[in-house]
Structure formats: structure tokens, C-alpha cells
């Protein structure tokens, strides 16, 4: 009964936000997108975000007081990052007379994230896509990461949560994709072994980055199509919900995101990324440990998309198993150079003895 109450609930807030009227004369449009964890209501030149009342092992919005400090941390988070993105925290009450209204008095049933909405023809994945992208471009949003990195505080008493992730996360990445309902296990087990493989021989290399100053909290899901291409760059969407997702490896980072951008047909763009990052933070792993991070990456994504398929009801179900394979591609041919390197070590040339 409760749940179905919280249903009902979710979906009249979710009709009143639909409606141009909730937003005053000036709006005569609104977008409603539903994700994972949210439904996002784009209007005009706002949007507006609101957090599904949901919990699973890796965040809590359950309660109207943990959605209202999530908020918060968005805000505040993402400013670092965008802050001419996004505007305030908006609280979504209930009047008198039982009528919903953005801000105003009554009882407050929720909150909401208030942004200013940014033209979808300058998203990164979008200038991909059209092939309207310039190397100043990238190297803007390079050099905007790579100062961001550089003034990140080091986490070295709290670095092992990186090294717990990546562990713990491989675990499941490997409990998921070979669950034999996906049909998956012979596509997806050569690239997990490798994975495991190099996770725990490079952990060492991992641990001394750790107590070397070079993890930080980041952004924690930088992707492109949460980089605009405006001046100066916003970039959206920081993962504000688990602060030990946040705390990484810039270069782990900066790499995803440049991986991300190879399978939208744009490989040149990774090594621009990295070049930045190598001139305001010198440090830099070597290929094993940057091959490590893209396919544990990229198994992260196969997984995260396939995880879909279990949820009731599923949407889009045609799409996530076909994502997955792509992502589990990717991790070998992420994985296939360090392979190539070791074969070349172990193979004897002519005239050794």
C-alpha cells in the first residue's frame, strides 16, 4: 500500500511538472525525460530536476530530507565544474486548496534542481555526431579538467575507497555479465579475465598513486554528453549521490571520457585529453595502468546498461544487450595492447640464447 501511495505520489508530481502552466507565463513548453534516478523537465530556458524516491546499495533518495541535501550537493558540486549551469535548489509544495506549486508557501512535498538549459547542439556527443568539432575545442575542455584536477585536494587517507571500487566493482561486473539469462558469458569472460588479471597485478602501481598524492574527487560520470562546448565550457552532471565514486584517478577519468568519445567516432580526441593532464599533472600512469582503466570502464558500462533488463517495467529493453556487446568489445580492444606487449616480452627473437 505504501508503495503503490509513493507511485501515485511520483506521478502527480510528475503530470504537474509536465504542464507549462507549473512554470509561470514565460514557459510554453515542457520536455519531460525519465532516467535511472530521476525525471528531468525541460522547459524554454530552464530545467528543472527531480529525484525519483528510490534507494538502492549505492544511493538513498528515499525521503524528502535526503532529496533536499542531494540537491544541495548537486549544486554545490556542479558548481565547480558548471557553475553558470546551474541556479538553486527549488522546493515543490503542496497549498491550502491541495494545488502543487514551485516555491510559494505550503507544505513542502519535494525539491527540485533548477538549471539554465544548455543548447543540445553544443554537446560534446552532439558536435561528434554532426562533425562540427574543432582541436581548440577540446583543448578549452582539456585545460578547463586539467586545472580542476590540479586544485583538487589529494585524498591519500581516503584514496583506498578508489582501489575498494575498482575491486568491488569488477566483482560485480563479472557476477552481472555472465548471468546466463544475458547470454553473455562466452562474449564477455575473456575480456573480465583480463581485467581481473591486470586489476590485481598493477594494484601495487595503484596503492602507490594513492599514497603519491594523484587521486582526488572528481567528477565521478564524465561522459559527453555532459560536456557543452560554450564559453567557457559547462560540464554537467557530477555524481553527487556517493562521494566514494567521486574520489579517482584524474587520469582514470580524463581517459573514460576520452574512450567515450572514440566510440562516438572521435579518437583523436583522447590523446588531447591526456596531453592536458600531463602538463598540469606530470604523474602520469603508464599504458598497462590506463589500458586497465579503460576496459574496467568499459565493462562498468556493459554492465551498468544490461543491469536494466532486471528492473520492472524495463525501457527500452531492445537497446541494452547490443550497448553491452559494444562496451564489451571495447574492453578488448582497450585490453588488446597490453596483451600484444606481453606476447612481444615472452616471445624469443633470433639469436637469443
Same mark, same amino acid.
Given at each position: ?98 494545488? +502543487?506549486?514551485?516555491?510559494? =508557501?505550503? *507544505? %513542502?512535498? #519535494?525539491?527540485?534542481? @533548477?538549471?539554465?538549459? &544548455? ?119 557530477? +555524481?553527487?549521490?556517493?562521494? =566514494?565514486? *567521486? %574520489?579517482? #584517478?584524474?587520469?582514470? @577519468?580524463?581517459?573514460? &571520457? ?96
Amino acid at each position: 500500500m505504501a508503495r503503490q501511495r509513493q507511485i501515485a505520489n511520483l506521478a502527480a508530481k510528475v503530470r504537474f511538472l509536465s504542464d507549462p502552466a507549473a512554470y509561470g507565463s514565460g514557459t510554453t513548453h515542457v520536455e519531460a525525460r525519465e532516467t535511472h534516478m530521476s525525471w528531468v523537465f525541460l522547459t524554454d530556458e530552464l530545467v528543472y530536476k527531480l529525484k525519483k524516491p528510490v534507494r538502492h546499495a549505492f544511493l538513498d533518495f528515499s525521503t524528502i530530507r535526503k532529496r533536499q541535501f542531494y540537491c544541495g550537493e548537486e549544486l554545490r558540486l556542479n558548481a565547480r565544474l558548471a557553475a553558470e549551469t546551474y541556479r538553486r535548489v527549488l522546493s515543490l509544495r503542496r497549498d491550502a486548496s491541495g494545488r +502543487l506549486t514551485l516555491g510559494g =508557501s505550503g *507544505r %513542502v512535498v #519535494d525539491w527540485l534542481v @533548477e538549471m539554465k538549459r &544548455l543548447p543540445q547542439g553544443d554537446m560534446l556527443d552532439e558536435r561528434i555526431a554532426c562533425g562540427r568539432l574543432a582541436a581548440a575545442q577540446i583543448d578549452d575542455v582539456a585545460n578547463t579538467l586539467a586545472v580542476f584536477y590540479a586544485q583538487r585536494q589529494a585524498e591519500i587517507d581516503g584514496g583506498g575507497a578508489y582501489l575498494r571500487h575498482l575491486t568491488g566493482e569488477q566483482r560485480i561486473n563479472r557476477a552481472i555479465l555472465l548471468r546466463p539469462e544475458l547470454a553473455l558469458a562466452d562474449i564477455a569472460s575473456g575480456a573480465l579475465d583480463m581485467v581481473d588479471g591486470l586489476l590485481q597485478r598493477l594494484k601495487p602501481r595503484i596503492e602507490a598513486r594513492i599514497l603519491g598524492g594523484a587521486i582526488v574527487e572528481g567528477h565521478g560520470d564524465l561522459r559527453p554528453e555532459h560536456v557543452c562546448l560554450c564559453q567557457p565550457p559547462q560540464i554537467i552532471d557530477c +555524481l553527487e549521490f556517493n562521494r =566514494s565514486m *567521486r %574520489v579517482i #584517478d584524474p587520469y582514470d @577519468e580524463i581517459n573514460y &571520457l576520452g574512450m567515450e568519445c572514440e566510440m562516438l567516432g572521435a579518437p583523436w580526441i583522447r590523446p588531447l585529453l591526456v596531453k592536458a593532464l600531463q602538463s598540469r599533472l606530470p604523474d602520469s600512469p603508464d599504458a598497462e595502468l590506463l589500458a586497465l582503466y579503460g576496459g574496467f570502464r568499459a565493462l562498468l558500462k556493459a554492465r551498468l546498461g544490461v543491469a536494466h533488463l532486471f528492473e520492472t517495467p524495463i525501457r527500452h529493453p531492445e537497446k541494452w544487450r547490443p550497448q553491452a556487446i559494444r562496451y564489451i568489445r571495447q574492453a578488448e580492444r582497450e585490453m588488446f595492447s597490453v596483451r600484444s606487449r606481453s606476447i612481444r616480452k615472452s616471445t624469443p627473437v633470433c639469436g637469443d640464447a
